[in-house]
């Protein structure tokens, strides 16, 4: 299963409102998680089950869709929100990422 | 405190092997689902292998017959011993572990800090 994320970067100003994309090549149900990586850490998991936010993560975070379909928003972007996020897709054994979206500092 | 530190990584010539260890505190790797994720330089993820609790194991198709995940219980270690090394192997390589509920894995809610293992001549 391959998962194509869009856009591979975007430029935005905190307080804006941004929306990340994550296409699936088949139906994946609702197994599909979103990561925030900043440079030099390891993932953080935000979003698990399409929409089920993790322990201790904002709610401006939030997730939707199902199938082959998910998106990922950020309601209100932070300073500290500026990194690269992942969607990961749980449906089978072999659980491929997204190749990432850049969010930085317009 | 959960936490998961990885070692074993350096620099290894091509077709040469080496075993990364992740040791777990917090919790007991046994009853847990782990995985192993790499990152190339300046690349995204890429997941690599899985052990579930019951001892099943799975690999992605670019590593498979070349890596092996396993874990010691007494140890709360988790391995991936890694050999016929390519340079496409060269990154940071993560330990995590898997997020369990309702039958099914979620996601990966703990990592280490990860370890670095380089391919070259």
Known sequence: IQLTQSPSSLSASVGDRVTITCRASQGIRSYLAWYQQKPGKAPKLLIYAGSTLQSGVPSRFSGSGSGTDFTLTISSLQPEDFATYYCQQLNNYLFTFGGGTKVEIK | ?121
């Open chain 2, 1 to 121: 405190e959960v936490q998961l530190v990885e070692s074993g990584g350096g620099l290894v010539q091509p077709g040469g092997s080496l075993r990364l260890s992740c040791a777990a505190s917090g919790f007991t790797v046994s009853s847990n689902y782990m995985s192993w994720v790499r990152q190339a330089p300046g690349k995204g993820l890429e997941w690599v292998s899985i052990t579930y609790s019951g001892g099943n194991t799975y690999y992605a198709d670019s590593v498979k017959g070349r890596f092996s995940i396993s874990r010691d219980n007494s140890k709360n270690t988790l391995y991936l011993q890694m050999s016929s090394l390519r340079d496409e192997d060269t990154a940071v390589y993560y330990c995590a572990r898997d997020f369990y509920q309702s039958n099914h894995v979620h996601g990966m809610d703990v990592w280490g800090q990860g370890t670095t293992v380089t391919v070259s001549s």
